[in-house]
């Protein structure tokens, strides 16, 4: 996962032939031959999809060790998306601060799936903030721990499964049964790396970790997604500002909780955001290096005290 992770932070996403944008190619194709207004439908949709995820994932476990290590470093660059996400982020900043507004209306459209036309500056930079809160759990942290917890196969399963949410978790008329089994599984999968992602906010502002937790804990719950609700909550916190609030989208408003104590973002603060969603993955990265390692140790230790002849 290391060796994933340095990639990642020195070439980003792949200009082409993006693994994810693959998956996603093959999810449209099946998707137009089984679609239903059913959750039924849905629920089969998504299986077909994930069999040969399933399948690389499950392959790449049984490789010897050299082969695994090098299958693991590449789904995990391949499933990460924290450079990207940053890279995102900024390039809305950019447009802020020069003040073109319709750029960064069109620029956030890379981040959010809300209705940006009519998004006043503030209301651009919350939502770019919103997205990379969200996504550094989903895209990085996300990825982290289920490496850490599956192999590779958690790599791959946590990755489609964000994918499907992203893809079909809508509440439209086209999506609002159909998509129920993909965003539930997204919710199931979610919910560790997002409650993670809350605890390594907090140990990236140790001054301010107690207000993380527990405006995550207060705001985070009354938000309509169990997952982005903590998270958005925590770095909102973290960044003293305030996020949430009236969001567009084009199956409807919705007013969502206001979270945090702070004022309203602004450009300046996009900068800030990606600083923190970087230290948040580092941390991350160094948690759960660190209870493989331990794991391993502990398992060399314990055959050790079972081996003839030790005392």
């Known amino acids: 996962m290391v060796l994933g992770w340095v ?9 082409r032939g993006h693994p994810v944008a693959l998956f996603g190619s093959w999810t449209s194709w099946v998707e137009q031959r089984t679609h239903r207004d059913s959750r039924a439908a849905g629920v089969l949709t998504e299986a077909i999809v994930l069999m040969p995820v399933l399948a690389l994932g499950f392959a790449a476990t049984r490789l010897p060790p050299a082969g695994r290590t ?34 960064a209306r069109r620029q956030v459209r890379n981040l959010v799936g809300r209705v940006t036309d009519d998004l006043a500056p503030d209301d651009v930079a919350r939502a770019a903030i919103e997205s990379v809160a969200e996504n550094t759990s ?11 917890l599956l192999g590779p196969l958690g790599v ?12 079909h978790g809508h509440r439209t008329p086209r999506f609002a049964r ?8 997204d919710d199931v999968l979610g919910w560790l790396p997002a409650r993670v992602t809350v605890l390594a906010t907090a140990a990236a502002r140790p001054l301010r970790a107690r207000e993380v937790v527990s405006t995550a804990l207060r705001d985070g719950r009354e938000h309509p997604s169990p997952n982005a609700g903590p998270v958005e909550a925590g ?23 206001v979270m945090g104590t702070g004022p309203a973002p602004r450009a300046a603060d996009l900068p800030r955001t990606v600083a923190l969603a970087r230290r948040v993955g ?18 060399s230790w314990a055959s050790g005290r079972d081996s003839p002849g030790a005392s």
């Open 156 to 167: 791959v399963l946590h990755r489609a499964a964000n994918t499907l949410d992203a893809m």
């Open 70 to 103: 090098g299958a693991t470093a590449a789904l995990t660059w391949a499933a990460l998306g924290g450079t990207s996400l940053g890279r995102e982020g900024n390039a809305v900043h950019d447009l802020l601060v020069t003040g073109d507004l319709p750029g």
């Open 138 to 148: 989903d895209a990085v942290v996300g990825t982290l721990v289920w490496g850490a």
């Open 7 to 15: 990639a990642d932070e020195l070439v980003g996403d792949p200009r």
């Open 235 to 257: 770095f909102a916190a973290a960044l003293r500002i305030r996020l949430g609030g009236r969001t567009v989208y084009a199956s409807g408003v919705e007013e969502r909780v």
């Open 178 to 185: 159909f998509g129920w089994a993909a965003a539930r599984l």
């Open 282 to 299: 580092l941390i991350t990265l160094i948690a759960v290096v660190g209870m493989r390692l331990g794991g391993v140790a502990g398992c």
